[in-house]
């Protein structure tokens, strides 16, 4: 190991620098003028004690890593002072008063902690657990801003101007109410004192403050709700409005999905649509009657959809000819739709010598129908 002269920025201020000197091994040359370096050089353990005692002598709080060294209690058995080797000539005291219960119970002496060091101007310097607890769980959800494999567990505290303040593990973070479903809410203190889920999307500079969003949750899980209702496509479902218009009904189902009953999908039963007493939040059963894709979903009050392959057996016997539509030529065949929702390959083999063309109707003979798999294996009458 050899020791270098590194001149490193200390603050946001580019002209708040310091030289230090650092151990590295041979060969190796360490340049810095990143803000807060000092930080950093500690994480990679290339920080030497005197600049840890520079870091506390100039009184700002930062984290860093300690050892119990002394317990000492009061007459009835309870924790009076607890000091901490921090690593550096001075020793921190944690206010043990301040600290939650289950963790006064978890000190001992020789125990390696994290805590948050806290310098005075006369010279004291003060260490807090839980404060160096809160601090990383604040990074953890900081360094999760725009990952959207990492949501956390919240509660929603209070509705405030513009949305919530959400509490995530004891961090307060701010939810803006346009981001606390998939559709604008219609009742928005039905949500204070609920637990959600919610990521992280962007930290305010401003309000020094996280914000997050549940929508950004709910839209990672459409794509397997959307899975799901194509294996349940037949079920009545159970959702809610979130609006109405010209065209028809909104409505919000299986939490994350939201889909469109047109105007001739709603019930016979109802009063004209132009007159209906109809708003945001009234539960609406329907089925789906189509899924275009992830964001178009088409809902009717109408009755489950008809699945023209339940019939397909009894309507397609084996050696029946019907006559059919070329949707589409491949080098393996060619795909004949026999209706809406039921289409056969015709294989290449059988089609030797034969001239055919896409949106031709040709006659086929009917070989076999797999309902179950929705297959049906066919040849040219």
Not at 89 to 117: C, F, H, M, R
Not at 198 to 224: A, D, F
Not at 243 to 262: K, M, W
Request: charged share 25%; with cysteine; hydrophobic share 35%.
């Amino acid at each position: 190991m050899i020791e270098q002269e590194v001149t490193i920025q200390k603050s946001d201020d580019p002209f708040d620098t310091e030289t230090i000197t650092v151990k590295l091994p041979k060969g190796v040359k360490l340049m810095s003028n990143e803000p807060y370096a000092i930080e950093m050089l500690e994480e990679y353990g290339i920080i030497n004690d005197y600049e840890k005692d520079q870091r506390v002598h100039e009184g700002y709080e930062h984290l860093t890593k300690g050892k119990v060294t002394y317990i000492s209690k009061n007459g009835d058995g309870s924790l009076k002072e607890v000091l901490v080797d921090i690593g550096s000539k001075y020793t921190a005291y944690i206010n043990i008063q301040k600290e939650p219960q289950e963790i006064q119970d978890a000190l001992s002496i020789g125990l390696n902690i994290d805590v948050k060091v806290k310098p005075k101007r006369n010279g004291e310097v003060s260490a807090s657990i839980s404060d160096a607890i809160e601090e990383c769980k604040r990074q953890e959800i900081l360094e999760a801003i725009n990952n959207k494999s990492l949501a956390f567990t919240a509660t929603v505290k209070d509705l405030i101007h513009g949305g919530y303040w959400v509490d995530i593990s004891g961090i307060q973070t701010f939810m803006p109410g346009s981001l606390a479903g998939m559709n604008k809410l219609h009742n928005f203190e039905s949500l204070v004192g609920k637990t959600i889920i919610v990521m992280p999307i962007t930290y305010s500079k401003e309000k020094s403050t996280i914000v997050v969003s549940c929508r950004e949750y709910l839209q990672t899980k459409v794509p397997q709700a959307i899975d799901d209702l194509r294996e349940n496509v037949k079920e009545k479902i159970t959702g809610f409005v979130t609006g109405t218009t010209a065209f028809g009904v909104f409505a919000e189902f299986n939490e994350c999905l939201t889909g469109l009953i047109p105007k001739g999908e709603l019930v016979n039963s109802l009063p004209d649509f132009n007159e209906r007493d109809i708003k945001a939040g009234d539960n609406i059963d329907f089925w789906v009657k189509d899924i275009i894709s992830n964001k178009k979903i088409i809902l009717t009050q109408t009755g489950p959809p008809i699945d023209p392959w339940d019939t397909a057996s009894e309507k397609y016997p084996p050696f029946s000819e019907v006559e059919g539509k070329i949707t589409k030529i491949t080098n393996y065949g060619a795909f004949v739709q026999l209706e809406k929702g039921i289409s056969g390959l015709i294989h290449k083999t059988q089609l030797k010598g034969v001239e055919i063309s896409k949106g031709q109707i040709i006659k086929v003979r009917i070989k076999g129908v797999n309902a179950v798999e929705k297959k049906v294996s066919m040849a040219l009458a």
